[in-house]
């Protein structure tokens, strides 16, 4: 019996997030779109995730725009973005009639999968992403966010991808966004979602710890359908691991991957040339493509531990970056053990230096951490205990409902709100995602006297 396994490219979307921080141009994608469509990928991962924030933010890009672009190009891959639930691409919650529309909306102008996650996966706020996708008729991957803690076993992922089967689901993510699945949890956990439930399943990690290829491997071995790869200019590091090489080494152990390995490599031409442009001018910081088995021992993703060094560097205190590291777990705890994901990992990481630097545990407390256990954010994994939540919110009463229950619809008001400027529904939508951002590049498009520049301040988002 032959053995498949099929490849999802991820450079157009978090290949290039990871390394150049999602400052690729439209331009340089679309000559190479056709290639990439008749390379016999499984998808192409090409929107969602920061992609639209970027578009909006430092490209002067329209994000729909390129979507539509690339689909007239794409005419037999299906075209998969990345989406973060009831936040769909921006830094709330939104009312549920925002993410029907922009999910279908999503679809309407090119995406075929959609992958949705939630940072706790709290499944509440995973539901109605699911329904509106499979109602515009995409095809809905719902992701587990893969971390490590006490809880987070094999049991509790297996049950939770149950639940989003049962939720109708049309496909399942074993979504690694630290880079912390080693080869055995993964081997062990494809192996239990296969025999649980019969939905295809995806395996998606990070290069950073210096593992993924033999987490792949393992993925493959244990029945995996599909690996999310980045191709060999954009791989490595941050990023996912090079497309070739996985898909080289598997057909060599009698894999069949489909995909066209001439083709592969000149997608690999075409992307170098701009990789080396990217680096040349400092959009690339070398630091990304190394290797960080610390991810490993700590636990923590990548992006988190430089960002912690250098935050405590600025302030002098490069030599507390030990405690607060151990400090990290412990919060974790208190916390009921959320995965370290945006936004959840630069919360746990901003505590836990609080913490350290004031010599006081939650002596100062972030308001996003009190909005957390306050329950803003969804559930916690497991429930935070009560002497914490009173040193966090004292006698306030944390709410229990979807956060999403206390938005009533917001469609009318954005609409109103943005109508001297917005054309479209995709314009109101691009606003309601990024008000200030959104009502600048609209407002520059329609009005040649509006003058508020680009914007050239970084984010950092992990996923
Ligand atoms: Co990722």
């Not at 679309?30 to 390379?39: H, S, T, V």
């Not at 049991?155 to 049962?166: I, P, R, T």
């Not at 690999?268 to 190394?290: C, I, S, T």
């Not at 995709?426 to 606003?431: A, K, R, S, T």
Request: proline letters at 6%.
């Amino acid at each position: 019996m032959t053995k498949n396994i099929r490849f999802m490219e991820t450079v157009l979307r978090d290949g290039q997030q990871s390394l150049i921080a999602t400052r690729m141009h439209t331009k340089d994608m679309l000559p190479i779109i056709k290639a990439m469509d008749n390379a016999g990928y499984a998808a192409l991962e090409v929107w969602g995730g920061a992609t639209f924030d970027a578009c909006v933010r430092y490209l002067n890009e329209d994000p729909w725009e390129r979507l539509r672009a690339i689909k007239k190009l794409a005419k037999n891959t299906p075209l998969q973005m990345l989406l973060r639930g009831q936040n769909l691409l921006g830094y709330r919650h939104y009312a549920d009639d925002v993410v029907a529309e922009f999910v279908k909306k999503s679809v309407e102008n090119g995406i075929d999968i959609v992958r949705i996650f939630d940072a706790l996966n709290d499944t509440r706020n995973i539901e109605v992403a699911i329904k509106a996708t499979k109602e515009a008729g995409g095809h809905a991957q719902a992701a587990l966010s893969y971390t490590t803690s006490p809880v987070h076993t094999v049991d509790y992922f297996v049950n939770l991808a149950k639940d989003l089967a049962d939720m109708g689901a049309d496909s399942i993510c074993i979504k690694d966004m630290a880079g912390v699945l080693t080869p055995q949890a993964c081997f062990d956990l494809v192996s239990r979602i296969k025999q649980t439930i019969t939905l295809p399943l995806q395996v998606h990690t990070h290069a950073t710890s210096g593992i993924s290829e033999m987490t792949y491997l393992k993925a493959a071995e244990a029945g995996a359908d599909i690996i999310d790869t980045a191709i060999s200019p954009f791989a490595g590091g941050t990023s996912q691991p090079a497309t070739a090489s996985v898909a080289l080494a598997l057909e060599d152990l009698g894999f069949e991957t489909g995909l066209n390995m001439e083709k592969i490599s000149e997608i690999a031409d075409h992307f170098r040339p701009l990789r080396d442009q990217y680096r040349a001018e400092g959009l690339l910081d070398p630091k990304v493509q190394d290797t960080e088995p610390r991810t490993l021992i700590y636990q923590v993703p990548g992006g988190m531990l430089s960002n912690l060094l250098s935050q405590l560097k600025e302030k002098g205190l490069e030599d507390l970056y030990d405690e607060v590291l151990a400090e990290i777990p412990r919060v974790r705890k208190d916390l009921g053990y959320p995965p370290l994901v945006t936004p959840l990992s630069q919360m746990v990481g901003t505590q836990a230096m609080l913490n350290i630097v004031i010599g006081e545990r939650y002596k100062m407390i972030p308001n996003e951490i009190k909005d957390y256990v306050r329950g803003k954010y969804g559930k916690a994994p497991v429930p935070i205990a009560i002497d914490i939540q009173q040193l966090i919110i004292g006698d306030e009463e944390p709410m229990t409902i979807r956060p999403a229950d206390l938005i009533p619809n917001e469609l009318p008001t954005l609409r109103e709100e943005i109508k001297q400027y917005a054309k479209s529904d995709e314009d109101v939508l691009l606003y309601a995602m990024f008000p200030q951002l959104g009502m600048d590049f609209l407002g520059r498009r329609e009005d040649p006297f509006y003058d508020v520049p680009i914007q050239s301040v970084n984010v950092s988002i992990d996923m």
